[in-house]
C-alpha cells in the first residue's frame, strides 16, 4: 500500500496511480482528524469519494502516532491526551474515538487503537502496553459500528520481546478478526529484529486471514516478511525517497543529483513500465531534481511505487509457481533459508 | 503559451499538459543555460526530446531576465555581463552567444537577444535601448545557424513611449522576420499602458506574420490584445496562481484556502473539462493546499492552464463566428470598443 497520509498519495494523482498498478493505498486517521476533519470525509461521501480512490483503502488508528510524534499530555486505560499541533487544542483519543473516526472516514480495512511502546522499552513496560492493547481491542470492537462494510484488523504489540509478541498474538486471534497486523515495528529496532518478529508471530496466526506487517518496507525486509506469510505492507519509502531525489532501481538506491546522472541519456529503469522510465532520461530527471522542480518528484514517486508494486506482484508470482526461494533467496539470510 | 521555464511546465506532466490542451509551450533561455546546460540538452537531442513535448517550443533570449533577474556587471554594445546566481562565475551574454545557446536548444522560434529597459526610464535611455536593439537584432540573424528550422522573431522595445515603440516596430519590419514580439510589458508599468502600447504597434506589423505580447496575462489584457491583433502569449499566471492556492473560474481569482471552501463538496468548475474539475471537489482541494500537498498545486495548475487555454480558444472561435465584441466586449473598455 503507497502511503496517502492525508488523503493523498503525495505529487501524484489517483490516475497516475492507477497507472503504477497500485490497488490498496492507507490514509492516516490522526492527520485526516485534523485536517479536513472526520466530518468534512464524511460529508464529502467517505474518503474513496473525497479522494476520488476507487479502489480498497485502509486507515490506521492513529496509535503510532499519537505515541510517536504527539505532544503527549497523559496516557491512562482511557485513552491518550495530546495537544494538537495544528490548533494548539487538547485532543482526546481513546479507542471509542478512533474506532468512530474511521467509521466516519468511511475506508474499507479499520485498525484498532494499540499502545504502541517506543523502543527501547523495558519487558515491564512493553508487556502492559500489550495487555492494555488488547483490552483497548475489546473496546474498539464494541464501538465498530459498520462491522459489515469495514473490516476491523487488531494490531500484536510486544516490541522486541518475542514471548510478548506471541501473548499478544494469541490474545488477538480469541476476537477472530478478519485480519491482524503487527504493529510497533520500524521503530528505531535494528532491521534483524523485524524478521525475527515476524517469524515468531506468523505461526500463531490464522492462514486464511490477511497479515499486515506496518510500516515496512525494504526490498529486503518484504522478500524476508512474505517468506514468513505476510500478505501486506505499508511504506512511505517509495515517495519519501522521490522526494530526497532516490529512485529504486533493481534493488539499488540512486541519487539522481549525482554528477554522474548528468549526461546519462539512458531510460530510467529500460526495464520498468512506468510513465517516467518510458518517456524521460536519467539526465533529464537529474536536471528536474537538480533545479528541485516538483515535476522531478511526481516522475520520481511514480517510478518508485511502480517498483514496489511490481516487486511485490513478482514475489506473488513465485509463490504461485513455487520458485519463491530460486527468485527471492538471496534476499534471505541462510538461517532464514533453513527455517523456511 | 504555458511556461516551462526549466524544460518543464512546473508541477505537471507533458501528458497531463497534453490533456489541458496546451499545443506551444516556452522554455527560457537564460534558466536552461545555468542549469542543465544547452550542451546537456543538445546531446539528449534537443528540447522536444529532452523534456518530451513534441508540440512546439518557444525560447526567450535570456534578454528579459538578464536584466531584471541578474546581478548585472556591465552593459555594453558587445552584450551584458552578469555574475551566475548558480554558480557564482561571470557569463558573457551576447546577442551571438544567446542565439547559439537557442540553436543548441533547438525550440521551433526562438526569440532575438534585447535590451529590456526597466520602467521607469527615462526617454532617452529607453531611446538608446531601442536602438541598440535593433543593432542586436541583426547580429543575432546573422549568428542565426538553423533559420531552416528555427523561426527567429523580432522584439519590439520602446517602453511606454508610443513614438519609440512605433519606431522599433517600423525598424524590425524591414527586417521580414517570421514572426515578431512586443517586449518590455509586464515589467511594472500601469496594465492600461500595455493596450496603449499593444493599439500603437500591432498597425504596422505585418498581417500575415504571428504577433506575440510577451508576459501577458489576464483575461483581461489577452482579450484587449486580442482585439488589437495578438496571437500568442506567454504567461506564468497559471501556474504561479495554482502555487498560492487560486484558481482562475470564469473570470475570476478563488482562494481555495478560504473557509467557505472547506465543506463545498461542488466540483471547481462545473463546466471545466479538465482532470481537477472533473474529479474532485472544492473542499478537496481546499484540503489539499492547506495541508500544504502538492498535489493541489498540480490540479490547481492543470485548471488553470486548461482555463486560460479554454478562454483562448473561445476567443479564436468568436473571431472565426463574427461576434467577439459580442462575447469579449465586457472586457473592453469603451475606449477600445469605438477604436476597434
Not at 530510467?268 to 530527471?285: I, M
Request: charge should be neutral.
Amino acid at each position: 500500500m503507497p502511503v496517502g497520509t492525508l488523503a493523498n498519495v503525495k505529487t501524484v494523482t489517483p490516475t497516475q496511480l492507477k497507472d503504477c498498478q497500485a490497488e490498496m493505498v492507507l490514509a492516516n486517521t490522526y492527520h485526516l482528524h485534523l485536517q479536513p476533519g472526520e466530518d468534512v470525509v464524511a460529508e464529502a461521501g467517505g474518503l474513496h469519494k473525497f479522494m476520488n480512490w476507487d479502489g480498497p483503502i485502509l486507515t490506521d488508528s492513529g496509535g503510532f502516532q499519537v505515541f510517536s510524534l504527539s505532544e503527549i499530555r497523559s496516557i491512562s486505560e482511557e485513552g491518550v491526551k495530546f495537544r494538537s499541533p495544528r490548533e494548539g487544542n487538547m485532543i482526546n483519543l481513546t479507542p471509542e474515538k478512533s474506532i468512530q473516526i474511521q467509521n466516519q472516514l468511511g475506508a474499507d480495512v479499520i485498525m484498532a487503537f494499540d499502545e504502541c511502546a517506543p523502543y527501547p522499552a523495558t519487558y515491564e513496560a512493553v508487556k502492559l502496553a500489550g495487555q492494555r492493547t488488547t483490552r483497548w481491542l475489546e473496546r474498539c470492537i464494541k464501538a465498530h459500528d459498520r462491522q459489515d462494510v469495514q473490516a476491523l484488523f487488531g494490531i500484536i504489540q510486544g516490541g522486541v520481546y518475542l514471548d510478548l509478541r506471541q501473548q499478544s498474538a494469541r490474545e488477538l486471534i480469541q476476537f477472530d478478526l478478519p485480519g491482524y497486523a503487527i504493529g510497533g515495528v520500524s521503530v528505531g529496532e535494528p532491521p534483524e529484529l523485524i524478521e525475527k518478529i515476524v517469524k515468531a508471530i506468523t505461526p500463531l496466526l490464522p492462514n486464511n486471514k490477511p497479515r499486515y506487517l506496518m510500516g515496512v518496507g525494504t526490498y529486503k525486509e518484504m522478500a524476508q516478511a512474505v517468506a514468513s506469510g505476510i500478505d501486506l505492507f505499508d511504506c512511505v519509502i517509495p515517495t519519501r525517497l522521490a522526494r530526497h531525489s532516490v529512485a529504486l532501481v533493481k534493488g539499488d538506491r540512486w541519487n539522481l543529483k549525482n554528477q554522474k546522472f548528468k549526461r546519462d541519456y539512458e531510460k530510467l529503469d529500460q526495464d520498468c513500465p512506468c510513465y517516467a522510465c518510458q518517456n524521460f532520461s536519467r539526465a533529464y530527471l537529474s536536471h528536474l531534481v537538480r533545479s528541485q522542480e516538483i515535476l522531478g518528484y511526481t516522475l520520481l514517486s511514480i517510478h518508485n511505487i511502480t517498483e514496489l508494486i511490481r516487486f511485490t506482484q513478482q514475489m506473488r508470482q513465485a509463490i504461485i509457481e513455487n520458485r519463491f526461494v530460486e527468485q527471492f533467496g538471496h534476499y534471505l539470510t541462510s538461517e532464514n533459508f533453513t527455517s523456511k
